[in-house]
C-alpha cells in the first residue's frame, strides 16, 4: 500500500480500495444469495398457474395458496409429517432433556460410555441409521408404519436435544442456584423456580431444532415408512413426475412460520436482557 | 477442628451443582438410554446379523436364513467399488468447498457483522426451514435442461446446444455442497466468535502483518470449528442418496443408492447390509484418524 498523499484519489483508485476493504462482505452477501436461490425460487413457483407439474412457468396465480390441499395426497403427507413431528419432539425432548441434566448436574458411573451412546448416533450417516432400524424391525416381523417412524424419529432427536440442552445448563451462572439455596429454597424448589426457568430457553430451542429435524427428515423415514407417507417422502416420490406447486405452498408457508418463531425469540429474548 | 469442618462444609455447598452419588442420574439417563439402545445399538447388530445372511435356494424373495456368510462383504464390495470410491471422492469435494465458501461467511459474521450478528445467523439458518427435498428439488429445476441457467448459457457463444448441468458430478457435487452448508458455517462461526479479539491485537502490535495474524492466530485458534464443520459436512454427504438421486444420473450413483435400491428395488438385504456395515466402519475409522491427526478430542 502506498502512504503517499493523494489530494483526489481517482474514482477508480477509491472504488478498488472500497471493493478490496469490503471484500470479504461482498463475498458473504454472494454467499447469502447462493443459499437463497431454491427457497426464493420455490417460493416463486408457489404461484405459478401451472396444472400438474410445475416445472415451467405458465402465469401468475394465487389458487396454490387459497387452496393449498388442492393437488391429491399433499395435506394427508403434511397432517402425517406433523403428527409425527409433535409426537417424537415431546418424547425426544423430555428424554434428552432428562439425559443433559444427569451429564451435567451429576456424578455417575460410565460416563464415557454415556457421552460415547450420545455421541455415535450423529456421527452415523442417515443411510445406516434407517437401514439398521430396518434391518431389526424385518428380523423380528414387524411392518414398518407411522409407529417405527416414530421411534426411529426419537431416536435421532434425542443426541441433539442433549447436546443443546446440555450447552444451555453449562452455561448457568451457579450463583444464581446458590442464591436461592441462600434464601432456604430445599433442592426441589430451586430446581422449580430457578433451573428450570433459566434452562428453559435451551429446552424450547431443543425442541424446535426436534421438531424441524423431524419434520424434514427423509432418508430414515424413506427406509422405515412402509407406506406411510410423509411431507419429504411426498415430494421425493412425486420429483420425478413433477411436484405439484401446492408443495411450494407448504415449503414456504413453513420457512416462513419457522423464521417468524425464530424473530420473535430473539425479540422476546432480547428484552428479556433489558429488563 | 471446628475450623477444618467449616471449611469442608462451605466447600460442598458452595458449588451448588448438586454432585452426589445417588439414584437420581441412573433414573434421570435411564427412559433415554434404553431408547438408544433398543432403536440404535441392538439394530446395529441386526444390520451385522443379516449382512451375513444367504437366501436358501428355491425360497421367497425376501426370506433369508443366517449362515454367517462373511464372503457377502467380499462380493458386495466388489460388486460396487466403483460407486463406494466416488461417494467418499464426492463427500470429500463437497466437503472442501463449503469450508471455502463457509469460512469467509462464518469470519465475516464473527468479526464485521457488528448489531447484524444475529440477524445474519438466522439467515444461515434459514434456507433450512423450506424442506430438504424442495430445496434440491428447486436446484434441479433451476440447473435442468430447461432451466434458467442452462437457457442463459446457450445463448453465449462459446457453448453449444448439448450443454447440461443436471444429470451430472457437477450438479450432485453442489447439491451435497449446498444441503450441509450450515453444518459447517455454524461450528466455524462458534469458533472464530470465541476468540478474543485482543489475541489479534497482539498479533498486531508485534508487527504480524494482517495475513500472518490470519495465518498463525486466526486460523489455529478456529481449529475446532473446522475439524467439527468438516466432519458434520463430510459424513451425511457420504451417505447421501437424494442428491444423486434427484441431481444426478446413473454414472454418479453413489452408495447410499446402492443400498437404497439393494433394499427396496431388488430386495437383497444381506448386500445391502454389508455395504452399509462397511459404509460406517469406514467413516468411523476416517473421523477417528482425523480427529487424532487435528487433536481436538472435546468434540462430543
Known amino acids: 500500500m502506498s502512504t503517499q498523499v493523494i489530494p483526489r484519489p481517482s474514482f477508480s483508485h477509491r472504488s478498488s480500495r472500497w471493493f478490496s476493504r469490503n471484500l470479504i462482505r461482498i463475498y458473504a452477501a454472494l454467499a447469502f444469495v447462493y443459499l437463497f436461490i431454491p427457497v426464493a425460487y420455490t417460493f416463486a413457483f408457489s404461484f405459478n398457474d401451472s396444472g400438474k407439474s410445475n416445472l415451467v412457468w405458465k402465469g401468475f396465480t394465487l389458487d396454490n395458496w387459497k387452496n393449498p390441499c388442492g393437488a391429491p395426497q399433499v395435506c394427508k403427507s403434511v397432517a402425517n409429517s406433523l403428527q409425527i413431528g409433535v409426537i417424537s419432539t415431546v418424547v425426544a425432548t423430555i428424554l434428552g432433556t432428562m439425559i443433559a441434566f444427569a451429564i451435567s448436574r451429576h456424578s455417575f458411573k460410565g460416563r464415557k460410555t454415556t457421552n460415547l451412546l450420545i455421541f455415535l448416533p450423529m456421527a452415523t450417516p442417515e443411510v445406516v441409521l434407517g437401514a439398521s432400524l430396518l434391518a431389526m424391525f424385518l428380523n423380528l416381523r414387524i411392518n414398518p408404519g407411522f409407529w417405527t417412524i416414530v421411534i426411529a424419529h426419537v431416536m435421532f432427536c434425542i443426541s441433539f436435544v442433549v447436546v443443546t440442552v446440555k450447552a444451555r445448563v453449562a452455561s448457568l451462572d451457579p450463583r444464581l442456584e446458590q442464591a436461592a439455596m441462600d434464601l432456604y429454597a430445599n433442592e426441589r424448589e430451586t430446581f422449580r423456580y430457578v433451573t428450570l426457568p433459566l434452562v428453559m430457553p435451551g429446552i424450547a430451542g431443543a425442541a424446535l431444532l426436534a421438531f424441524s429435524l423431524s419434520f424434514d427428515d427423509f432418508i430414515i423415514t424413506n427406509f422405515n415408512s412402509g407406506i406411510e407417507s410423509t411431507f419429504p417422502k411426498f415430494v421425493y416420490v412425486s420429483a420425478a413426475r413433477g411436484i405439484p406447486a401446492q408443495a411450494n405452498v407448504i415449503g414456504s408457508a413453513m420457512f416462513f412460520i419457522a423464521l417468524i418463531i425464530v424473530i420473535v425469540g430473539q425479540v422476546v429474548s432480547r428484552q428479556r436482557k433489558k429488563s | ?300
Open chain 2, 1 to 300: 477442628m471446628a475450623f477444618l469442618h467449616g471449611a469442608t462444609k462451605s466447600k460442598s455447598s458452595g458449588g451448588s451443582t448438586v454432585k452426589k452419588r445417588s439414584l437420581t442420574p441412573y433414573l434421570l439417563l435411564a427412559p433415554g438410554l434404553i431408547w438408544l439402545i433398543t432403536f440404535f445399538v441392538i439394530p446395529i447388530f441386526s444390520l451385522a446379523s443379516t449382512s451375513t445372511m444367504v437366501r436358501p435356494q428355491g425360497s421367497q424373495i425376501g426370506t433369508y436364513v443366517q449362515e454367517l456368510r462373511f464372503a457377502n462383504y467380499v462380493d458386495a464390495f466388489l460388486a460396487n467399488q466403483e460407486q463406494y470410491v466416488r461417494s467418499f471422492l464426492y463427500a470429500g469435494i463437497a466437503t472442501i468447498l463449503a469450508l471455502a465458501i463457509s469460512y469467509p461467511l462464518a469470519y465475516m459474521i464473527a468479526f464485521k457483522a457488528g448489531r447484524y450478528r444475529n440477524i445474519l445467523l438466522v439467515l444461515v439458518v434459514a434456507p433450512f426451514f423450506t424442506s430438504f427435498l424442495l430445496r434440491t428439488v428447486a436446484w434441479s429445476q433451476i440447473l435442468g435442461d430447461e432451466g434458467p441457467v442452462v437457457t442463459t448459457l446457450k445463448l453465449l457463444p462459446f457453448f453449444d446446444d448439448s450443454i447440461r448441468l443436471t444429470a451430472t458430478p457437477f450438479a450432485v457435487v453442489s447439491g451435497l455442497t449446498y444441503n450441509f452448508l450450515p453444518f459447517m458455517t455454524l461450528p466455524l462461526y462458534a469458533s472464530l466468535e470465541r476468540i478474543d479479539p485482543r489475541t489479534l491485537e497482539a498479533s498486531g502490535d508485534l508487527y504480524a502483518s494482517g495475513f500472518t495474524t490470519f495465518r498463525k492466530v486466526t486460523v489455529p485458534l478456529s481449529m475446532p470449528g473446522v475439524v467439527a464443520g468438516t466432519l458434520l459436512t463430510f459424513i451425511p454427504a457420504a451417505g447421501d442418496y437424494v442428491n444423486a438421486a434427484l441431481l444426478g444420473n446413473p454414472s454418479t450413483k453413489m452408495i447410499g443408492n446402492v443400498i437404497e435400491s439393494r433394499f427396496f428395488a431388488v430386495v437383497d438385504y444381506p448386500t445391502a447390509a454389508a455395504l452399509s456395515f462397511t459404509l460406517m466402519a469406514t467413516i468411523l475409522i476416517l473421523v477417528t484418524l482425523y480427529i487424532r491427526k487435528s487433536g481436538t478430542d472435546e468434540l462430543v
